[in-house]
T-cell receptor, first 113, second 115 residues
Framework: GAGVSQTPSNKVTEKGKYVELRCDPI?????LYWYRQSLGQGPEFLIY????????DSGLPNDRFFAVRPEGSVSTLKIQRTERGDSAMYLC???????????FGPGTRLTVL | AQSVAQPEDQVNVAEGNPLTVKCTYS??????LFWYVQYPNRGLQFLLK??????LVKGSYGFEAEFNKSQTSFHLKKPSALVSDSALYFC?????????????FGKGTRLSVIA
C-alpha cells in the first residue's frame, strides 16, 4: 500500500513569508507526528495528533508554528513569518496507535533565504 | 525526561564483518526502544523495536538489537555487513510510564561499510 507522502519535497522561500507543508498519512493510521531534522541531528518532535486533535504540541518552537488535521487524515504544518533558522527537513510520520512503529514520509526540505 | 545517546558519529566496518552501532538511553520508567535507518534523500525506515519480552529483537534486513536493562543499552548489530547497509542509523526511545510521550531520537550514527 501507499506510504506516507509529503508535499512539496522542496520549498524555498524568503524570510518573512508564510509556508504550508502537507502530509498524507497511511490510510487508517490514527496517530500523526511532525518532526524537524537539522543537518547532523536526529529528528526533533514538534507536534502529535491523535485523530483530529493535537494531543501534544509541546515541541512547537514558538507561536509562528501551527498544525492542523481537520478530518483526521491529511495534516498541514503552517509556519508564519519564516526565519532563516527555520530551514530544515520537516518529517511527517504516522502510526496505527501511539505504541505502533512510526512510518515516515520522505520529508520536505525547507530553505528560508 | 527521556534521552538517547549514540556515542559514535561514524562507524566504519569492512564488508562481511560484524557491525555494532551503539545506543544508550535514559527514561524514568520502562523504555520502548526503536531503531530507524535513513538513506540519502529518503525518509526514515523502521528496522526494529523492543516493547517487552525477549531481550534480543530481530528486525529487517538481518539486523538485530539487544536490550540490556542493567546497562541501559540497545545496541544494533548485524553478523555480516553489506555495502548496501551504509546509511545513517537512529536510535529512539519512549517512556512507557509517561502517557503518550513522543519519540526522542539520538543524533544518529553514520555507518560506512567498505568493500
Amino acid at each position: 500500500g501507499a506510504g506516507v507522502s509529503q508535499t512539496p519535497s522542496n520549498k524555498v522561500t524568503e524570510k518573512g513569508k508564510y509556508v504550508e507543508l502537507r502530509c498524507d498519512p497511511i490510510s487508517g493510521h490514527t496517530a500523526l507526528y511532525w518532526y524537524r531534522q537539522s543537518l547532523g541531528q536526529g529528528p526533533e518532535f514538534l507536534i502529535y495528533f491523535q485523530g483530529t486533535g493535537a494531543a501534544d504540541d509541546s515541541g512547537l518552537p514558538n507561536d509562528r508554528f501551527f498544525a492542523v488535521r481537520p478530518e483526521g487524515s491529511v495534516s498541514t504544518l503552517k509556519i508564519q513569518r519564516t526565519e532563516r533558522g527555520d530551514s530544515a527537513m520537516y518529517l511527517c510520520a504516522s502510526s496505527l496507535g501511539i505504541l505502533g512503529e512510526q512510518f515516515f514520509g520522505p520529508g520536505t526540505r525547507l530553505t528560508v533565504l | 525526561a527521556q534521552s538517547v545517546a549514540q556515542p559514535e558519529d561514524q562507524v566504519n566496518v569492512a564488508e562481511g564483518n560484524p557491525l555494532t552501532v551503539k545506543c544508550t538511553y535514559s527514561v524514568s520508567g520502562n523504555p520502548y526502544l526503536f531503531w530507524y535507518v535513513q538513506y540519502p534523500n529518503r525518509g526514515l525506515q523502521f528496522l526494529l523495536k523492543y516493547i517487552t519480552g525477549d531481550n534480543l529483537v530481530k528486525g529487517s534486513y538481518g539486523f538485530e538489537a539487544e536490550f540490556n536493562k542493567s546497562q541501559t543499552s540497545f545496541h544494533l548489530k548485524k553478523p555480516s555487513a553489506l555495502v548496501s547497509d551504509s546509511a545513517l542509523y537512529f536510535c529512539a526511545v519512549r517512556d512507557s510510564n509517561s502517557g503518550n510521550t513522543p519519540l526522542v531520537f539520538g543524533k544518529g550514527t553514520r555507518l560506512s561499510v567498505i568493500a
